[in-house]
């Protein structure tokens, strides 16, 4: 029994989806669901940590997102998402389907990322060094060329 994808699927999605997971007249049923219902869970995961925007039938739909870019639900860590769509496969889709946390970092981190998306967190460090070095550099300068005798 997941008892902590079940706490997670009460307190973040039931609220639209149900306890029952069928939703209502305004969210969409979890039962068998493209997302819920194939042999690949990496729709579903990404539904959790991103949310859906679209608009269906001119009715505009919106699932917030639960990753790390939530803003007004629970952030979810990537257990509490792997939890929470294992609970949700082996109640409303493919009982089959196992989710790991390791999927999830897959998922969110949309496969191999760019090379300047990896050396983007140093970029800042790197320029801020640069400056301290070179300030460095005009202060020695300038400490030797004031202690130069004067002799013209
Ligand atoms: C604020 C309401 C709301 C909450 C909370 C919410 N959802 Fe949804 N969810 C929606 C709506 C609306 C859609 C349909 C969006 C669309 O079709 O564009 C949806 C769609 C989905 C789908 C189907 C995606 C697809 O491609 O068809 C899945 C699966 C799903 N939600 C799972 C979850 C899970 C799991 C949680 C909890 C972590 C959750 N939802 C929380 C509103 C919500």
Do not use: W
């Amino acid at each position: 029994m997941n008892e902590k994808g079940f706490h997670i699927f009460s307190g973040s999605c039931a609220a639209c989806h149900q306890v029952n997971g069928e939703g209502n007249n305004h969210y969409p049923s979890l039962f068998h669901n493209t997302a819920t219902g194939g042999d690949n869970p990496d729709n579903l995961i990404a539904t959790i940590l991103f949310g859906l925007s679209r608009t269906v039938n001119d009715v505009p739909t919106f699932m917030p997102a639960f990753g790390p870019n939530a803003s007004f639900t629970d952030r979810l860590s990537d257990k509490d998402v792997a939890d929470v769509s294992n609970y949700v496969l082996s109640h409303f889709g493919n009982g089959k389907v196992q989710v790991t946390a390791a999927d999830v970092l897959r998922v969110r981190e949309g496969g191999e990322k760019p090379a300047l998306a990896e050396i983007a967190p140093f970029i800042v460090p790197a320029i801020v060094v640069v400056v301290i070095l070179l300030a460095l550099i005009v202060a020695v300068f300038v400490a030797r060329s004031r202690r130069r005798p004067a002799h013209a």
